[in-house]
């Protein structure tokens, strides 16, 4: 008779089209070789759901209803994890306390930005959700993963709790299919000649894709920008009829092959300001597929520069114009250097490194 594997619990809030979402439906397949997987959702299923079902992982619907911490833990009692690895704020305060009553050997949390982490309204609230965590992780908690220099220095900063707890494990992205051919023009709704920059993620405010359609307004007639990715564009279209360019922005909405989409893209614009993004997947996946990427500068794409010749940060007092036709025009980049860093496979290799480290110190390695 097999042994079983030991089994690993992913609690996040849903699975659908979002950064850390993406990063766990291509990590948790990877998982799955040395563990029995199980993710579990909590607000939504998501898109990914069923999809990491299909590859082979477990994955629950336990909609958060009081006492959510102790129904959790009922639920863990009876799955017997040995590995319990929570995400962001609403995952961690609910999932780490309910990994302790249950007796699961390892807990882990995942930090996965900087200024959003703590998200309440007010900054008294957001100390007060910093002061909640912090306590759940000096009881409850091994270590915290944290996705950049940045983002761990911020959660230190919040909750007072000593170095040791927190550590970095950068994101890390699948290779690119060579042949993966590109959306078409007339997907995307631009002239078969057209130059076609890109903006891709989740449309909210504090992301600023408006100054990205400022940006993309200086180029000359033949450059088009495609819009990739859930929520309201009215907002980033209201601004291009501002500026007489509405005709050329395009809106796609969601997409699943994102391959196709980076495929098609001369540039990559990435407008988020500090603070909002941890460690941005949309940059590393624009970069892995040999695209280059024009972004406001940050401390986490700093920590990415290194090893990526092609992210540029846009100078603030340079003609914009100017500045997009030198980074169209970069000569491809040696990725070495890069996918030794983020790719998958060296994700998979931190995060197996992280487990087994915990592990041993618990006797269970």
């Known amino acids: 008779m097999s042994r079983r594997k ?48 299909d590859l082979g992982i477990t994955t629950h619907f336990l909609p958060r209803r009081a006492p959510a911490i102790l129904r959790l833990a009922h639920f863990f009692a009876r799955l017997q994890p040995t590995i319990v690895h929570t995400h962001s704020y609403g995952g961690n305060i609910l999932g780490l306390p309910a990994a302790r009553l249950a007796g ?29 965590e912090a306590l759940i992780h000096r009881t409850c908690t091994q270590r915290v993963c944290c996705v950049s ?9 919040g ?18 299919l060579a042949s993966k051919p590109p959306l078409p023009p007339e997907t995307l709704g631009v002239p078969p000649t057209a130059r076609i920059l890109g903006v891709v993620g989740r449309l909210t405010p504090n992301k600023r894709f408006e100054d990205a359609v400022d940006w993309f307004a200086a180029t000359p007639p033949e450059h088009h920008l495609v819009v990739v990715g859930p929520g309201d564009p ?66 986490p794409l700093r920590e990415i520069q290194p ?19 030198m980074a169209q025009a970069l000569p491809r980049a040696d990725l070495t250097a890069f996918w030794a860093r983020f790719s998958l496979e060296a994700m998979v290799a931190r995060t197996l490194a992280l487990y087994e480290e915990l592990l041993r110190q618990e006797g269970r390695a």
């Not at 709790?161 to 699948?174: D, F, Q, R, W, Y």
């Open 234 to 299: 009215a907002p980033l279209f209201a601004r291009a009829r501002d500026l007489g360019v509405a005709e050329r922005v395009h809106y796609l909405g969601p997409q699943n092959d994102m391959a196709a989409v980076y495929a098609a893209l001369d540039l990559l614009l990435f407008p988020s300001p500090p603070g909002v993004e941890g460690m941005p997947g949309v940059v590393l996946e624009a970069l892995g597929a040999g695209v280059p990427v024009l972004a406001r500068t940050s401390a």
């Open 159 to 176: 909750t007072g709790l000593p170095p040791t707890m927190a550590v970095v494990l950068e994101n890390g992205i699948p290779r690119p």
């Open 149 to 157: 220099e940045e983002a761990r220095h911020a959660f230190l900063t």
């Open 307 to 325: 090893v990526a010749p092609h992210l540029v940060f846009l100078h603030p007092h340079a003609p914009v114009a100017k500045q997009i036709e």
């Open 104 to 132: 699961v050997p390892v807990r882990v949390g995942h930090v996965h930005t900087a200024d959003l982490h703590w998200y309440a309204k007010s900054p008294w609230r957001r100390r007060l959700q910093a002061r909640k």
């Open 6 to 53: 030991p089994v690993l619990v992913r609690l996040t809030n849903n699975l659908g089209l979002g950064g850390v979402q993406r990063r766990l439906r291509d990590l948790l397949p990877r998982l799955a070789e040395h563990f029995e997987v199980h993710a579990i959702t909590y607000k939504d299923r998501g898109v990914f759901f069923e999809e990491l079902r």
